[in-house]
């Protein structure tokens, strides 16, 4: 009986406890879970009131501090239209120390600029002499203020885009208007403070336009349209959001990318309102404070539960070492199952010798197949060139027929070449290597079947780099490759009515040769080279052209490949390194 036969039944203790331990895992962790997501609702509601109480309190000052500034500020043209000097200047028509008078005055009460201006609306004396002799009387304030005998308030927006706010009130003696004195507060002043990183803060006038924001792109509009300028979110953003809308519950207006509170509050001043955009962020961030210190209470308790556990884990190994003798009287047994399956191996080795020799027979078999195959082409073509030359002899053609025998006199060469080559094919090729320009060999290739080609009507597309597309190769056998792949797009094409074959050589790194053609294509490219592996009928071929093709690319380190054409016919392709790159590796492997 073997080890695997053994009956093994486990104690009933050792089953139900990882199940038990596992339930008590699963509870742990969803009870941490509620407790995570309760803890989160509850924090941030309270948090949530925190930070709106304290918005509150803040508005309320921001408001405070708007009023008083424009109370300040509203009683200063009353005074300074009782003044004696500005009266006397008026009266005199004399403005030399008006002017300095006024920068003193302005640099008391706090006001951004004070102008004099003459019955005819033209600027007499200003805080900023650059403004001195400016054309005013057709400005709100001072059409209102020579209408109206009391302090008149104006506020507008000049090109700028800034909004002006203006005190003015004319000034006049017993005999009529003198001129008018105007005081503008600077309430831009107050948007400073009103800055902060989670919050913001605009002041609209009675038609609801946001006259003050700390956001200066919505000056001159009513909050809608400001609201509506807002960059659309991103995914990543519109998920930050939602996740802000669950926890906190209210889906109100967002800024700075997260849910925010709005606040108003009233300004008795000419329908004035104030409101703020308070965000949440604080109080996401101080909930998250409070829910990472939960997560980290429920990691030590879990830590604590997998110690346990690796104590107990500790114990159980100790039960395992007394088991462990058992495992070493079962060993004994397996040794002895391994000593009669070395006998069995030794009586594989003996049958592998005897395949061994089978395989040198298939060998010499496969070599005297291939002696055949490749002294079929040039014989064939001796064939074609003594028929041309006997036609030619008879036509008394002599110098045409001396050609054909100058030819057949080539392809005896190569077949004793070929013969002598035959012991190569048992060992790696690169010995007789030279550098050989593939254009010639292709053209040698396309000579040798010059006679196939021309009597089955091919028509030949080449495309051939001008600079010497150069490899290190032995070109009789280079040849040989295209000769072989010529003659297999011969045969695929068969009795077609178009025949046409694509001839390409690139050349960059790798030089690489493309032989198209318009067949029907092949249909099984895994075994295509195999040795003895053919389409053709019994007695037209023995399968071993692209296999022995195959080996002689492979010698000269380059690659055949096969497939099939995007429209139709199949493809072949003869990849071997260039020059330069075969000398590098060369050099490398020396």
């Known amino acids: 009986m073997s080890l695997a036969d053994r009956p093994t039944t486990p104690p009933r203790r050792s089953i139900r406890r990882p199940w038990v331990l596992r339930a008590l895992i699963l509870l742990f ?4 879970i509620a407790v995570i997501w309760i803890s989160n609702i509850w924090l941030t509601e309270r948090f949530t009131e925190t930070t709106r109480n304290r918005a509150e309190v803040r508005l ?16 200063v043209p009353l005074l300074l239209s009782r003044d004696p000097s500005l009266i006397r200047s008026l009266e005199a028509n004399d403005y030399t120390q008006t002017s300095q008078y006024l920068i003193s005055y302005v640099e008391d009460i706090g006001a951004a600029s004070i102008l004099l201006l003459d019955r005819a609306g033209r600027v007499v004396a200003a805080t900023d002499r650059a403004r001195i002799a400016e054309r005013r009387n057709n400005d709100p304030f001072f059409v209102e203020a020579t209408r109206s005998p009391n302090t008149v308030f ?4 000049p090109e700028t885009g800034r909004f002006d706010f203006t005190f003015s009130r004319r000034i006049e003696n017993g005999d009529g208007l003198l001129g008018v004195i105007l005081v503008e507060i600077d309430l831009a002043r107050l948007v400073d403070r009103w800055r902060g990183a989670s ?12 006259i003050l924001s700390t956001e200066s792109r919505w000056r001159g509009r009513t909050e809608a349209e400001a609201m509506a300028l807002r960059i659309p979110p991103t995914a990543i953003q519109r998920a930050l959001e939602g996740a802000g809308d669950w926890a906190f519950g209210d889906p109100s207006p967002n800024f700075f990318g997260s849910a925010t509170i709005r606040l108003e509050s009233r300004i008795p001043f000419r329908g004035w309102r104030i409101v703020s955009y308070t965000a949440y962020t604080s109080v996401r961030e101080r909930v998250n404070g409070v829910l990472a210190l939960e997560i980290m209470g429920f990691a030590l308790l879990l830590a604590g539960a997998f110690y346990v556990l690796s104590r107990r884990a500790r114990l159980q190994t100790a039960v395992l070492a007394r088991e462990s003798a058992e495992l070493r009287r079962l060993n004994v047994r397996l040794q002895r199952e391994i000593a009669e399956r070395q006998r069995v191996e030794r009586t594989l080795e003996e049958a592998e010798l005897s395949l061994q020799q089978s395989q040198k027979l298939a060998a010499l078999g496969e070599m005297s197949a291939a002696v055949s195959h490749e002294l079929n082409q040039p014989l064939a073509a001796m064939k074609t060139y003594l028929a041309g030359a006997r036609l030619l002899l008879q036509r008394k053609r002599t110098e045409e027929a001396a050609s054909s025998f100058q030819r057949i006199d080539d392809l005896i060469e190569r077949m004793g070449a070929i013969t002598r080559q035959l012991k190569s094919y048992a060992r790696k090729g690169g010995d007789a290597l030279e550098p050989v320009d593939m254009r010639d060999a292709l053209k040698g290739a396309i000579t040798m079947m010059e006679p196939q080609l021309r009597s089955d009507t091919v028509h030949i597309t080449q495309s051939l780099p001008r600079k010497p597309a150069m490899v290190m190769a032995d070109r009789l056998r280079l040849e040989q490759v295209f000769i072989n792949l010529l003659r297999n797009a011969l045969d695929a094409m068969g009795g ?11 050349q960059g790194d790798e030089v690489v040769l493309t032989v198209r053609d318009s067949g029907p294509g092949i249909d099984d490219l895994d075994a295509l080279f195999e040795p ?10 023995v399968g071993l ?7 002689i690319v492979k010698d000269l380190g380059g690659r055949l490949s096969a497939r099939n054409g995007e429209r139709s016919g199949a493809v072949f392709e003869v990849r071997l390194p260039a020059l330069a790159v075969a000398e590098e590796q060369g050099t490398a492997a020396e």
């Open 60 to 75: 309320a000052i921001y408001s405070g501090s708007v009023l008083s500034e424009i109370r300040r500020h509203q009683v």
């Open 154 to 157: 104006t506020s507008n927006e």
């Open 496 to 506: 077609a009515e178009e025949k046409e074959i694509d001839l390409i050589i690139a």
């Open 532 to 541: 003895f592996y053919t389409t053709k009928k019994p007695g037209e071929g």
């Open 545 to 551: 052209g692209l296999a022995i093709s195959s080996g």
């Open 199 to 210: 919050e913001a803060v605009f002041l609209a006038n009675s038609q609801g336009e946001i």
């Open 29 to 32: 962790l969803g009870g941490a």
